[in-house]
């Protein structure tokens, strides 16, 4: 026993000094620019009237960045300018309305992740984060809904329920 634990620790330590202490990426050179952290800019205009430019603001946004979800909106045939509005826009006041009918809280969005994080440190493997990436699987996996079980169960002969196709079930 002590033996296989004497020889995980030079093992570890051999690996620790292969390193130089620096974090690198995989496939990235890091005296060359990343390609896509280049975003280029809409092209500039010349305004008709240079009175009614806005003041610059530091740090701000410009007119020439790229406004990818307004020109989606754009593109779709909606209005980009109704993304910037605040508060509910007159077409979803029957919506929210009819969905807030019971009441609702207005820090309901600071609420519910100060009961996640209780949650997800209840259902921790660990008290500290060994692996980040599994954690939110390990902590939903007994409310998680397995999709083709589901959908075979859905499909028995004599079901009236219409289902839509699905991809293969990898294997």
Do not use: H
């Not at 045939?77 to 009819?98: F, H, R």
């Amino acid at each position: 026993m002590r033996r296989a634990q004497f020889a995980m620790l030079i093992s570890v330590l051999a690996l620790g000094a292969c390193g130089d202490g620096t974090l690198r990426t995989f496939g990235s050179d890091d005296r060359s620019p990343e390609e896509f952290d280049i975003v280029p800019n809409q092209p500039l205009e010349t305004p008709v009237n240079f009175a009614e430019l806005p003041a610059p603001t530091p740090g701000g946004a410009n007119r020439a960045d790229q406004q990818p979800l307004g020109a989606a909106v754009a593109a779709l045939g909606g209005n980009p300018a109704a993304l910037s509005a605040t508060g509910v826009p007159s077409s979803d006041a029957a919506l929210v309305n009819a969905a807030s009918r019971f009441g609702r809280s207005a820090g309901i969005r600071t609420t519910l992740a100060e009961e996640d994080a209780e949650f997800r440190r209840r259902k921790s493997l660990f008290n500290w984060r060994l692996v980040p990436d599994n954690e939110y699987n390990r902590a939903y996996r007994s409310q998680s809904l397995d999709a083709y079980t589901w959908l075979r169960n859905v499909r028995q002969p004599g079901s009236n329920v219409a289902t839509p196709s699905a991809p293969p079930q990898e294997r």
